[in-house]
């Protein structure tokens, strides 16, 4: 359809139809999938549980199911999750796109995604996964599984809405990892620890669940904890050093460590190198793997970073949508229910990255086929 070409980028488009076996064949579904080789680091749990799916699957007849894969926008972050998915929808040999809004905005964004969802629901899409911009996609979602349509939430939920399930990194818990990752690094037993995460739980619920998570451990082991709203307009990160870089100065107990639990943890070593600390009077661990931050733990100021799964979280959803026509709601989940932390959220995991094994992380991720 000329008009859906017009308002999304698409990419990983995947022509050849399976047959249905009319006629009472025997024919089953065949998958062939990438192995991933042997690492320190590869999920084996989560492996496993992808393979017990897609023995399922290879139990029935294959149906030629066109999937849906609406992201926020195909680059940085979100790369690996759109390079997982079409791997998946290439495997499955079925039709499938992977969409996200291109327009300059987030209102005119917003408003783009919603009519990819629309377009996508009117054309007989048989499963869709979707990572909302807003709550404003909830009436998408609801609209969708109303008729029919399975639909997984990755890496931002929507637990309000209808959808099946969300797939993604679960914040608090998280936040906890990061915590107690710190908590290691410290030499200290008493002291401020700054936290550059987010302080609201109405305007950004995630942010402040994985905010909370990292705070509450911190606070538990007896550190005074000071959180910094991360600024995201522009001017942010002057911002933002500024606010750490005095806090340095000022803080009373004086400050032992710094926690960024987002992808601008890199403003908390900013913040140290301008006032010329080292590894040895403050420690820092980090979230994400933006280069800023990789370059701050090849020079020591940074201990450690967290790495969300973002291949993964792309790479389960064309399988879980699949599953979710051929085998049925529940019996997907539960194959998944080893990763379940209740009835409708899978927790992708996380990887704790020290500066010591970046090299090992790196080939890794060039093993997942989306570099480091």
């Known amino acids: 359809m000329n008009k859906f070409k017009t308002i999304a980028s698409i990419v990983g488009i995947s022509t050849a139809l399976v047959a249905c076996g009319g006629g009472g064949s025997s024919e089953k579904k065949t ?16 492996e496993q549980t992808i393979g017990e799916l897609v023995t399922e699957i290879a139990q029935t007849e294959p149906e030629s199911i066109q999937l849906g894969i609406v992201l926020k926008t195909l680059t940085g972050y979100w790369e690996p999750v759109k ?21 300059a905005t987030p209102e005119e964004r917003l408003a783009q995604q919603l009519e990819i969802l629309e377009t996508q629901r009117e054309s007989g899409y048989r499963g869709l996964g979707i990572a909302p911009m807003a709550t404003e996609i909830s009436t998408a979602i609801d609209a969708s599984v109303d008729r029919g349509v399975p639909v997984v939430t990755i890496d931002s939920d929507l ?8 797939i993604g990194t679960i914040n608090y818990e998280a936040g906890r990892s990061a915590g107690e990752t710190l908590l290691r690094f410290l030499d200290a037993e008493a002291g401020t620890v700054f936290v550059l995460g987010h302080d609201n739980a109405t305007d950004w619920p995630d942010g402040y669940q994985r905010t ?38 000022t803080a009373d107990p004086p400050a032992v ?27 820092i661990v980090g979230f994400d793997f933006e280069p800023e931050t990789l370059s701050y733990m090849r020079s020591g100021l940074m201990q450690a970073t967290h790495a969300q799964r973002q291949y993964y979280m792309g790479y389960l ?19 998944l229910s080893p990763h379940m932390v209740d009835e409708n959220r899978f927790n992708a995991g996380l990887d704790v990255v020290s500066t010591e094994q970046l090299d090992d992380y790196n080939a890794f991720l060039d093993s997942l086929g989306v570099g480091g």
């Open 83 to 103: 390079i997982g998915a079409n791997r998946a929808i290439g495997e499955l040999d079925v039709p499938g796109v992977v969409a996200a809004p291109t327009e």
């Open 317 to 335: 959803v064309p399988y879980v949508l699949y599953g979710m026509n051929v085998l049925g709601v529940e019996r997907t989940l539960g194959i």
């Open 31 to 46: 998958i062939n999938r990438v192995e991933i080789p042997d690492s320190a680091f590869k999920p084996v749990a989560l």
């Open 257 to 283: 460590g710094m926690l960024g639990v987002f992808s601008a943890a890199y403003r908390c070593a900013m913040a140290a190198e301008r006032n010329g600390l080292t590894a040895e009077d403050v420690k």
């Open 212 to 249: 909370k998570g990292a705070v509450d451990v911190l606070e538990a082991a007896g550190y005074e904890v000071i959180v910094r709203k991360t600024t995201w307009d522009d001017g942010g990160i002057e911002l933002d050093v500024d606010y750490l870089s005095q806090g340095l100065e």
């Open 159 to 166: 637990n309000g809405s209808k959808r099946q399930l969300y």
